[in-house]
Each structure stands twice: as C-alpha cells, then as structure tokens.
Nanobody
Framework: QVQLVESGGGLVQPGESLRLSCAAS????????VSWFRQAPGMEREQISC????????AYADSVKGRFTISRDEAKNTLYLQMNTLKPEDAAVYSC?????????????????WGQGTQVTVFS
C-alpha cells in the first residue's frame, strides 16, 4: 500500500522549533522529488520546500528560507522538515507530497502521492 504519513506537528511558542517527518511506504522516496506544502485557514496551499530526485537540490520559499531545512533519509524512506525560529504566521497544516517527475514542481497537480497533513500551531 502506497502512503505518506506525516508526524511531528504540535503547539509551540514563537521562536521554538519542530521537526516534521514524512514516512513513505509502498514506494521509494528517493526516486521522487518531494515537497512540503502548507495551508493555513482561508489561504491557498503553498509550497515551502522541495528536494529533487536527481541531485538532491533543495529549494525554499522566501518566507521560510534560513529557518527551515528539508532533508531525507534514504534508509528510513523518510522526509524531514526542521523548522526553527517559528513564527505565528507559520501556523498551518503541513503536508508532504511526492512528484514522480523529479523536479519538485510548485503545481499541486504534478504530485502523485500526498500525506494527510499534520497541524502546526504557533501562539504567544
């Protein structure tokens, strides 16, 4: 069974950190570009980071650059998102997704597999 399962979300204060995980099963994550998206209430889904399948190139949205780090562990078939210095505006449901084309597209229609999402709440 093919699936992506996120974990690691929670409730934190501004300035704190969280690490999200996205465990893949039924396929090899290393063969796909994978991205983290987030969606806050009333907002469109936003791609915040991706890692390509060919050369492991990473990219970040300006809103998280310098604070978030994407990585993956091939042996564990798991994607991670280290989130530091969290801000209230980072609060959203975070989802991971796998792109078979390998490029890390920002278009959600290019993604074949999606996780169910994990909630991140940042409050003062």
């Amino acid at each position: 069974q093919v699936q992506l399962v996120e974990s690691g979300g929670g409730l934190v204060q501004p300035g704190e950190s969280l690490r999200l995980s996205c465990a893949a099963s039924g396929f090899d994550l290393i063969d796909y570009a994978v991205s983290w998206f987030r969606q806050a209430p009333g907002m469109e889904r936003e791609q915040i980071s991706c890692i390509t399948s060919s050369d492991e190139t990473t990219a970040y949205a300006d809103s998280v650059k310098g604070r978030f780090t994407i990585s993956r562990d091939e042996a564990k078939n798991t994607l991670y998102l280290q989130m530091n210095t969290l801000k209230p505006e980072d609060a959203a449901v975070y989802s991971c997704a796998a792109d078979p084309n390998g490029s890390g597209s920002s278009d959600v229609v290019d993604y074949e597999y999606w996780g169910q999402g994990t909630q991140v709440t940042v409050f003062s």
